[in-house]
Nanobody, 121 residues
Framework: QVQLVESGGGLVQAGGSLRLSCAASGNIFGSNRLGWYRQAPEKERELVADVSSSDRTTYADSVKGRFTISRDNAKNTVFLQMNSLKAEDTAVYYC???????????????WGQGTQVTVSS
């Protein structure tokens, strides 16, 4: 079994910063992608950013230049540094662990329980 434990959400004013953390534990073998998705009320869940076990990163256009994702492979932990936050960043943020095969295709995905990020304008 794989568990993802998130921390770091909260309330912040527009222009402020927050740092999310997610620690993965359990049977994690081979290549994978750790990342963050978010879901605002009445909207679909969307990718915010993810990083592969070889440190290849992907960002949503809406967060490029403001958010930075990083990971500590030794601890199976992923971080999301969020700067210059906007009201539209308000959402529940979910940590994701995607196991991938040798071609990079996702074979299984695990989700954290979610952490609320609220940005007041």
């Amino acid at each position: 079994q794989v568990q993802l434990v998130e921390s770091g959400g909260g309330l912040v004013q527009a222009g402020g910063s927050l740092r999310l953390s997610c620690a993965a534990s359990g049977n994690i073998f081979g290549s994978n992608r750790l990342g963050w998705y978010r879901q605002a009320p009445e909207k679909e869940r969307e990718l915010v950013a993810d990083v592969s076990s070889s440190d290849r990163t992907t960002y949503a256009d809406s967060v490029k230049g403001r958010f930075t994702i990083s990971r500590d492979n030794a601890k199976n932990t992923v971080f999301l540094q969020m700067n210059s936050l906007k009201a539209e960043d308000t959402a529940v943020y979910y940590c994701s662990l995607a196991l991938t095969d040798t071609l990079g295709f996702i074979t299984r995905r695990y989700w954290g329980q979610g952490t609320q990020v609220t940005v007041s304008s």
